[in-house]
């Protein structure tokens, strides 16, 4: 594959479509989820040159983890594809609680590496800060696993700008994942030019804006999921919302592409993010992100779009 990319300064080399799987066995964040058809969506990936695949404890909790482990192992996969997983918290009677103490941070990975069937893991996040351990005592923890071998790179997600820092004392952190689309663009005040100046990586998650940014609703949607809480969905916001990707649709039909493979390639001209992680609940969806890699943008085009969102 011609067209893979290094994700910052990690060494590792990839499809700039990565797949993010929280739909995979991730049975805590959508209902009916079957296992088989996550595992059906990891094949595809790897059938068709993705070969960065995004995970973490959380998801299922564990289910999607074991998931792709089981994959990677049936296709004799994993020399072939960088994969990340992400964790620091742990379910206490049903409740999240978060724990970034180097103890517990390096018992996280062995357990990863466990269910991933895998003897090390190339890019590992800490999902979440927590508020008593010092980001650099955490961080420092995971140089430590990273000198042994049993990850390859060091990714933070979730840190405020302040965390950030800290956690990068001693400039081990080398990507940072955060919530970035085109509706929520706050991370280009602070967290973004912090990465350019630090060669960190900058992959940002929830891409798509919960499915705002497909192009695939319209004033009477009605939604039951997470989404009847987000306030990009709700009122008079939720309209103008929608007439925003009225404005994307229109570019998206005059070069014949879907909105959603218009909205990833718009951030992968941007210099921060290497890659993009859009999820997939069918295979199919899988094949339909592949085809952000075919659109070319001009620079009009780029400034038009960034222009419709601020």
């Known amino acids: 594959m011609s067209n893979k990319v290094e994700i910052g300064s990690t060494g590792l080399f990839v499809n700039p479509i990565g797949l993010g799987t929280n739909a995979v066995g991730g049975h805590n964040i959508f209902p009916n989820l079957k296992d ?35 994959v990677l192992k049936e296709t004799g996969q994993r020399a072939n594809v960088v994969l990340a997983t992400k964790g620091g918290q742990k379910y206490m009677n049903d409740k999240m609680e978060v724990d970034n103490s180097p103890k517990f941070l390096r018992e996280t990975v ?13 890019l590992f996040y800490i999902h979440f800060p927590d508020e008593q351990t010092p980001k650099y005592e955490a961080v420092g923890e995971l140089h430590r696993l990273k000198e042994e071998g049993k990850i390859r790179s060091i990714g933070v997600s979730n ?22 689309n085109l509706f929520k663009r706050d991370a280009e005040e602070d967290l973004i030019p912090y ?5 960190i990586s900058f992959i940002p998650y929830f891409p798509l804006a919960s499915g705002l940014l497909t192009g695939k609703f319209s004033p009477n949607s009605t939604f039951e999921d997470g989404r009847a809480k987000n306030p990009l969905f709700q009122g008079e916001a939720f309209i103008q919302n929608l007439n925003k990707v009225d404005e994307l649709k229109a570019i998206a039909n005059n070069k014949h592409v879907a909105v ?51």
């Open 260 to 310: 959603s493979n218009l909205v990833l390639a718009w951030y992968l001209k941007q210099e921060s993010i290497d890659v993009v992680i859009p999820g997939a609940k069918k295979p199919e969806q899988v094949l339909e992100n592949i085809k952000t890699l075919e659109i070319k943008l001009s620079k009009d085009e780029i400034n038009e779009i960034s222009k419709i969102f601020h």
């Open 36 to 70: 088989e058809t996550g595992k059906e969506i990891v094949r595809a990936a790897l059938q068709n040159d993705i070969n960065f695949i995004d995970t973490a404890y959380m998801y299922g909790p564990e289910k999607s983890e074991i998931l792709i482990g089981e």
């Open 159 to 180: 840190f405020s700008m302040n965390q950030l820092r800290e956690g990068n004392k001693d400039g081990y952190i080398e990507v940072i994942q955060s919530g970035y």
């Open 110 to 122: 062995e357990n990863s590496l466990r269910r991933l069937q895998t003897d090390y893991i190339d």
């Open 195 to 199: 990465s350019l100046e630090n060669n």
